[in-house]
Nanobody, 114 residues
């Protein structure tokens, strides 16, 4: 069973940066897609960025040019967030998929406020 553990959330001022990390462990095999989702209060969970095993990245329009996803094989996925805005405030969740099974982390809070 794969476990995903996020870290790196916190409170930051507008224009600041944070780097989220997600470590995968337990019964590791070749995870295919790894991604970050977020859910703001009163809103549905949305995809922020994903990276397939081949390294191709996809971003939601609202974070293009500000966020960068990267991964370390099947062991970790990262989200570098720059030029943060108050509307980026949400709980950020790590996601991974492998052989048709899906895994979620517990979430980490990101708050952008002055």
């Amino acid at each position: 069973q794969v476990q995903l553990v996020e870290s790196g959330g916190g409170l930051v001022q507008p224009g600041g940066s944070l780097r989220l990390s997600c470590a995968a462990s337990g019964g590791l095999f070749a995870l295919n897609t790894m991604a970050w989702y977020r859910q703001a209060p009163g809103k549905e969970r949305e995809l922020v960025a994903l990276m397939a095993a081949g390294g191709r990245a996809h971003y939601v329009d609202s974070v293009k040019g500000r966020f960068t996803i990267s991964r370390d094989g099947s062991f970790a996925v990262y989200l570098q967030m720059d030029s943060l805005k108050p509307e980026d405030t949400a709980v950020y969740y790590c996601f991974a998929e492998g052989y048709g099974d899906e895994y979620w982390g517990q979430g980490t809070q990101v708050s952008v406020s002055s």
